[in-house]
Protein backbone atom coordinates (compact mmCIF):
# COMPACT_ATOMS: atom_id res chain seq x y z
CA UNK A 1 0.00 0.00 0.00
CA UNK A 2 1.64 3.35 -0.98
CA UNK A 3 2.28 5.47 1.54
CA UNK A 4 -0.26 8.56 0.25
CA UNK A 5 -3.37 6.96 1.62
CA UNK A 6 -4.53 7.09 5.15
CA UNK A 7 -6.61 4.06 4.90
CA UNK A 8 -8.02 1.78 2.31
CA UNK A 9 -10.83 -0.99 2.32
CA UNK A 10 -12.31 -3.57 0.22
CA UNK A 11 -15.66 -5.10 -0.25
CA UNK A 12 -17.09 -7.69 -2.30
CA UNK A 13 -20.89 -8.74 -1.83
CA UNK A 14 -22.83 -10.44 -4.07
CA UNK A 15 -25.83 -8.74 -5.88
CA UNK A 16 -28.42 -9.24 -3.85
CA UNK A 17 -31.09 -6.05 -2.81
CA UNK A 18 -30.58 -7.67 0.54
CA UNK A 19 -26.83 -6.34 0.33
CA UNK A 20 -27.22 -2.72 -0.34
CA UNK A 21 -28.36 -2.26 3.43
CA UNK A 22 -24.94 -3.92 4.36
CA UNK A 23 -22.77 -1.71 1.84
CA UNK A 24 -24.25 1.28 3.03
CA UNK A 25 -23.47 0.71 6.68
CA UNK A 26 -20.16 -0.84 5.82
CA UNK A 27 -18.95 2.30 3.70
CA UNK A 28 -20.71 4.63 6.62
CA UNK A 29 -18.65 2.92 9.40
CA UNK A 30 -15.71 3.31 7.31
CA UNK A 31 -16.19 7.05 6.43
CA UNK A 32 -16.76 7.75 9.84
CA UNK A 33 -13.03 7.44 10.65
CA UNK A 34 -12.82 10.78 9.07
CA UNK A 35 -15.47 12.00 11.85
CA UNK A 36 -18.38 13.74 9.79
CA UNK A 37 -21.16 15.32 10.51
CA UNK A 38 -24.46 13.26 10.34
CA UNK A 39 -25.53 15.20 7.37
CA UNK A 40 -22.65 13.96 5.17
CA UNK A 41 -22.57 10.68 6.53
CA UNK A 42 -25.99 10.55 5.33
CA UNK A 43 -25.18 12.12 2.00
CA UNK A 44 -22.49 9.23 1.58
CA UNK A 45 -25.02 6.28 2.46
CA UNK A 46 -26.76 7.77 0.29
CA UNK A 47 -24.65 7.75 -2.81
CA UNK A 48 -23.44 4.16 -2.24
CA UNK A 49 -27.15 3.17 -1.77
CA UNK A 50 -28.37 4.55 -5.02
CA UNK A 51 -24.95 3.09 -6.85
CA UNK A 52 -24.88 -0.27 -5.21
CA UNK A 53 -29.06 -0.58 -6.65
CA UNK A 54 -27.66 0.42 -9.39
CA UNK A 55 -25.06 -2.63 -9.96
CA UNK A 56 -27.63 -4.92 -8.83
CA UNK A 57 -30.82 -3.98 -11.12
CA UNK A 58 -29.37 -2.56 -14.27
CA UNK A 59 -26.12 -4.54 -13.60
CA UNK A 60 -26.60 -7.48 -13.07
CA UNK A 61 -30.32 -7.81 -13.74
CA UNK A 62 -31.80 -11.31 -13.20
CA UNK A 63 -28.20 -12.58 -12.57
CA UNK A 64 -25.83 -12.95 -10.01
CA UNK A 65 -22.66 -11.56 -9.84
CA UNK A 66 -20.33 -9.69 -7.46
CA UNK A 67 -20.24 -5.68 -6.67
CA UNK A 68 -17.25 -4.38 -5.51
CA UNK A 69 -16.50 -1.61 -3.37
CA UNK A 70 -12.85 0.09 -2.91
CA UNK A 71 -12.62 2.56 -0.23
CA UNK A 72 -10.24 5.37 0.31
CA UNK A 73 -9.34 7.75 3.10
CA UNK A 74 -6.75 10.63 2.09
CA UNK A 75 -6.41 13.22 4.54
CA UNK A 76 -10.45 14.67 4.95
CA UNK A 77 -11.63 13.16 1.48
CA UNK A 78 -13.23 9.93 1.22
CA UNK A 79 -13.12 8.36 -2.32
CA UNK A 80 -15.34 5.32 -2.82
CA UNK A 81 -14.87 2.98 -6.38
CA UNK A 82 -18.23 1.13 -6.93
CA UNK A 83 -18.37 -1.59 -9.71
CA UNK A 84 -19.93 -4.77 -11.22
CA UNK A 85 -19.35 -6.90 -13.86
CA UNK A 86 -22.62 -6.26 -15.54
CA UNK A 87 -24.03 -5.43 -18.94
CA UNK A 88 -22.47 -1.69 -19.00
CA UNK A 89 -24.18 1.61 -19.73
CA UNK A 90 -24.59 1.90 -23.83
CA UNK A 91 -24.12 6.06 -23.58
CA UNK A 92 -22.85 6.96 -20.10
CA UNK A 93 -23.79 11.45 -20.39
CA UNK A 94 -27.54 10.16 -21.66
CA UNK A 95 -27.61 7.79 -18.84
CA UNK A 96 -26.42 10.50 -16.23
CA UNK A 97 -29.65 12.87 -17.23
CA UNK A 98 -31.60 13.27 -14.73
CA UNK A 99 -35.21 11.23 -15.18
CA UNK A 100 -33.98 8.99 -17.60
CA UNK A 101 -34.38 5.34 -16.88
CA UNK A 102 -33.88 2.46 -18.90
CA UNK A 103 -36.38 0.79 -16.35
CA UNK A 104 -39.76 2.98 -15.39
CA UNK A 105 -42.08 -0.12 -15.28
CA UNK A 106 -39.93 -1.44 -11.94
CA UNK A 107 -40.66 2.38 -10.71
CA UNK A 108 -37.51 4.19 -11.32
CA UNK A 109 -37.30 7.62 -11.90
CA UNK A 110 -33.92 7.97 -13.52
CA UNK A 111 -32.68 10.24 -10.44
CA UNK A 112 -29.83 7.94 -9.39
CA UNK A 113 -26.79 9.92 -10.87
CA UNK A 114 -28.17 13.00 -10.35
CA UNK A 115 -28.96 12.38 -6.31
CA UNK A 116 -24.85 10.97 -6.55
CA UNK A 117 -23.60 14.42 -8.50
CA UNK A 118 -25.53 16.47 -5.50
CA UNK A 119 -24.67 14.48 -2.84
CA UNK A 120 -20.79 13.86 -3.72
CA UNK A 121 -18.09 16.24 -4.83
CA UNK A 122 -17.26 14.42 -7.57
CA UNK A 123 -18.90 11.44 -9.46
CA UNK A 124 -17.27 9.72 -12.61
CA UNK A 125 -18.35 6.74 -14.36
CA UNK A 126 -16.84 4.38 -16.70
CA UNK A 127 -18.60 1.61 -18.38
CA UNK A 128 -18.05 -1.01 -21.14
CA UNK A 129 -20.96 -2.81 -22.58
CA UNK A 130 -20.72 -6.65 -21.26
CA UNK A 131 -17.82 -5.75 -19.43
CA UNK A 132 -19.09 -3.72 -16.50
CA UNK A 133 -19.34 -0.24 -14.94
CA UNK A 134 -17.30 1.47 -12.21
CA UNK A 135 -18.87 4.53 -10.60
CA UNK A 136 -16.04 6.67 -8.65
CA UNK A 137 -17.16 9.13 -6.32
CA UNK A 138 -15.62 11.78 -4.14
CA UNK A 139 -16.30 14.13 -0.79
CA UNK A 140 -14.22 16.20 1.49
CA UNK A 141 -15.85 15.72 4.84
CA UNK A 142 -15.34 19.21 6.41
CA UNK A 143 -14.14 19.13 9.85
CA UNK A 144 -16.10 21.55 12.30
CA UNK A 145 -13.28 23.32 13.67
CA UNK A 146 -12.31 23.87 10.31
CA UNK A 147 -15.63 25.41 8.97
CA UNK A 148 -15.01 27.79 12.08
CA UNK A 149 -11.83 28.38 10.96
CA UNK A 150 -13.32 29.38 7.80
CA UNK A 151 -16.03 31.44 9.20
CA UNK A 152 -13.45 32.99 11.12
CA UNK A 153 -11.33 33.82 7.92
CA UNK A 154 -14.21 35.58 6.21
CA UNK A 155 -15.07 38.06 8.99
CA UNK A 156 -11.71 38.74 9.09
CA UNK A 157 -11.47 39.47 5.62
CA UNK A 158 -14.65 41.06 5.79
CA UNK A 159 -13.10 43.67 8.70
CA UNK A 160 -9.82 44.19 6.22
CA UNK A 161 -12.06 45.10 3.48
CA UNK A 162 -14.23 47.56 5.49
CA UNK A 163 -11.15 49.09 7.00
CA UNK A 164 -9.42 49.64 3.08
CA UNK A 165 -12.93 50.99 1.81
N1 LIG B 1 -24.26 -0.28 -13.01
C1 LIG B 1 -25.03 -0.10 -14.10
N2 LIG B 1 -25.03 -1.03 -15.10
C2 LIG B 1 -25.78 -0.87 -16.22
N3 LIG B 1 -26.58 0.21 -16.43
C3 LIG B 1 -26.62 1.17 -15.48
C4 LIG B 1 -25.85 1.08 -14.28
N4 LIG B 1 -26.09 2.18 -13.52
C5 LIG B 1 -26.95 2.93 -14.24
N5 LIG B 1 -27.30 2.33 -15.40
C6 LIG B 1 -28.19 2.89 -16.46
O1 LIG B 1 -28.31 4.29 -16.24
C7 LIG B 1 -29.69 4.65 -16.08
C8 LIG B 1 -29.82 5.82 -15.13
O2 LIG B 1 -29.43 5.43 -13.80
P1 LIG B 1 -30.07 6.21 -12.57
O3 LIG B 1 -29.56 5.60 -11.32
O4 LIG B 1 -29.83 7.68 -12.76
O5 LIG B 1 -31.63 5.96 -12.72
P2 LIG B 1 -32.46 4.63 -12.44
O6 LIG B 1 -31.62 3.63 -11.70
O7 LIG B 1 -33.04 4.17 -13.71
O8 LIG B 1 -33.62 5.16 -11.48
P3 LIG B 1 -33.48 5.48 -9.89
O9 LIG B 1 -32.02 5.46 -9.57
O10 LIG B 1 -34.06 6.85 -9.73
O11 LIG B 1 -34.25 4.42 -9.21
C9 LIG B 1 -30.38 3.37 -15.63
O12 LIG B 1 -31.75 3.37 -15.97
C10 LIG B 1 -29.58 2.31 -16.41
O13 LIG B 1 -30.03 2.19 -17.75
MG1 LIG C 1 -30.54 4.14 -10.04
Not at 87 to 100: C, F, Q, S, T, W
Amino acid sequence: MSEKFENEMKLEFLSKSSNEAFARIAVAAFASQLDPSIEELADIKTAVSEAVTNSIIHGYENKTGMVKIIGKLIDNKIILEISDSGKGIENIDVAKEPLYTTKPNLERSGMGFTIMESFMDKVEVESILDIGTKVTMEKKIKKEDLLKEESKCTSQDELIHATNE
